[in-house]
């Protein structure tokens, strides 16, 4: 007896398994309505400032973050031979779009294998072209993340808030109460994010003062030289700082979703969590990696096999199969939009072809919703299980606005007085 007891009380400590109910709960409705929404006004947003077409190509197919990836220091040659090449130009969003989309392909099929240097890989790769974005395209990348991260704000923050309120206390809030609540705290999470990019600046440009300062002859290198250790601290706070925010930036959201947590509060949380607990935090998130890259698979066959089965019945009852060729291009599971479609004849099958193109977009905005209501829905289950463990927090407690603290009263108040007034009919 005593076996089982200590058996079940281990088998109770694993909370992990909790993570594998983000499938069940990453498929919910709302949840994919707001991600689809979310992922429309980025990629409309997109779509509006790559008009001018910034990324300089060349007649070959090669463009500039190709070429930065393969030999950096071979870009300003590159550049300055293409510039004139117009019709080759790029815009920035649709470079990294479709770069990102092979990045992220490259890690989920390495996490399949458990081949783990080639998720290494394709993530290097993958910072490697932000890096690129910044460098050479910061002004369009600034405005694009800010606009990005007000739309995450709202999308992301009402979607932590259905999965808290789903793990916590088996509810299911409907679509406007998520987004009303992820409105009221957008403040704070649009600028958790941020708050640790600004102390990371603000450090940094004293540092960058005291290299200008070490200009100075003879009393510069003096004075550089006094003030390094000062230097070294500002850099080991840097340090901590990007650490955290890197590490912590998936727990900021579910923070202020489950605590109604500002800011500051966020930011502390989500640094609490990972310094005190750093394995059993990498533990949860390799699960949480491993599991939706299995996911992510199911539900991309799924698509697959949503957009194959008409084709391959329309071919059948279409007589001439060049016909459907012009139109849609047949899916493949590796590239669902399916290699460019023949030339149309007539303007009827360009305008066919538009329309199954946009229907097949569709498709895909759904995936990338999945993969997004998957991934704030699994790292708001990771947080209540580090708040759980690091601050002793059970699961099922929830932060409640204090609207629907006066609501739930006041319906209590209606259905003890209904009750009263019941009593009493029942005496008479």
């Known amino acids: 007896m005593e076996k089982e007891k200590e058996s079940s009380q281990v088998f109770e400590n694993l909370l992990f398994p909790k993570i594998f109910q983000t499938f069940r709960m990453a498929i919910q409705p709302s949840k994919l309505i707001i991600a689809f929404l979310a992922v429309a006004v980025i990629c409309l947003a997109g779509w509006v400032m790559d008009f001018g077409k910034t990324v ?7 463009t500039e973050l190709q070429v930065y990836l393969t030999n950096p220091g071979r870009l300003q040659q590159f550049i300055k031979k293409n510039e004139e090449l117009k ?4 815009g920035v969003f649709y470079t990294l779009w479709h770069f990102a989309s092979a990045r992220f392909h490259g890690v989920v099929n390495s996490l399949l294998v458990l081949d783990l240097q080639g998720a290494k890989a394709n993530t290097i790769k993958y910072f490697q072209g932000l890096g690129w974005a910044l460098r050479y395209h910061f002004l369009y990348c600034i405005i694009f993340v800010l606009m990005k991260l007000a739309v995450i704000s709202v999308a992301g923050g009402a979607i932590c808030r259905i999965a808290a309120l789903q793990s916590a206390q ?15 705290k957008f403040l704070s999470f649009f600028t958790a994010p941020l708050v640790p990019i600004g102390i990371i600046i603000f450090i940094g440009v004293f540092i960058y003062l005291l290299g200008l300062i070490g200009n100075i002859p003879r009393v510069g290198e003096l004075i550089m030289g006094i003030c390094m250790l000062l230097a070294l601290i500002a850099g080991a706070v840097i340090a901590v700082v990007l650490i955290g925010a890197v590490a912590g930036f998936s727990l900021m959201f579910p923070a202020v979703a489950y605590d109604g947590s500002d800011c500051f509060d966020a930011i502390s949380r989500a640094f609490s969590y990972i310094y005190s607990r750093p394995w059993r935090m990498g533990f949860y998130t390799a ?3 491993i599991y939706g890259a299995i996911c992510y698979v199911f539900v991309r ?7 194959i089965v008409p084709y391959k019945v329309l071919s059948i009852g279409i007589f001439k199969n060049a016909k459907l060729e012009r139109i849609w291009a047949k899916p493949e599971f590796s590239d669902l939009i399916g290699p460019n479609a023949e030339v149309s ?5 360009s305008l066919a072809g538009f329309l199954v193109y946009l229907a097949v977009l569709a498709v895909i905005g759904l995936l990338v919703s999945f993969v997004i209501s998957f991934y704030f829905s699994a790292n708001t289950i990771i947080y209540s299980l580090m708040r759980n463990r690091v601050d002793n927090t059970a699961l099922e407690e929830i932060y409640t606005p204090p609207e629907e603290n006066q609501a739930e009263s006041a319906t209590n108040e209606s259905e003890s007085k209904d009750s009263e007034s019941e009593s009493e009919t029942e005496d008479d």
């Open 56 to 62: 300089v190509g060349s007649g070959g197919g090669d």
């Open 87 to 90: 019709d080759e130009r790029r």
């Open 170 to 184: 088996d509810e299911k809030p409907g679509l406007g109460e998520a987004l009303r609540f992820s409105t009221k």
């Open 287 to 289: 699960i949480a990696a």
């Open 301 to 307: 066959f799924f698509a697959f096999l949503l957009l």
């Open 345 to 349: 004849i007539h303007w009827s099958e």
